[in-house]
């Protein structure tokens, strides 16, 4: 009795593989490489320039009180009129009396 073997022929195979392969490998590189960028550089990058940018500006001292009078006084001149007391709502059902009249 005779074992058959199969031959594969592997030509097929190491034509797509090589190209796939160095396909595979661009791309990751590619990936890495902006990976690096976006995540490491730019980050250390922008720490450095924070400092720089905190001594450009100049360190104003604010007067909290004083604001917080500004921002009162711009609220009561905006809120000075209330509508609610002034105009009536002329849909509005007249006021019910509960008690009885009384008859003298």
Known sequence: MKIKTIHINLNWLLKILYPLLA??????????STFLYFDFYMTISQAKEVPVLKT????????????ENIIN????KNNAI????????????PPVNSEKPKFE
Do not use: H, M, W
């Open 23 to 32: 396909l595979i490998i661009v791309a990751g590189i590619a990936y890495l």
């Open 56 to 67: 450009q500006v100049t360190a104003d001292v604010v007067d909290v009180k004083l604001f």
């Open 73 to 76: 006084r711009l609220d009561a």
């Open 82 to 93: 209330s509508f609610e007391n002034i105009i009536k709502n002329p849909f509005s059902l």
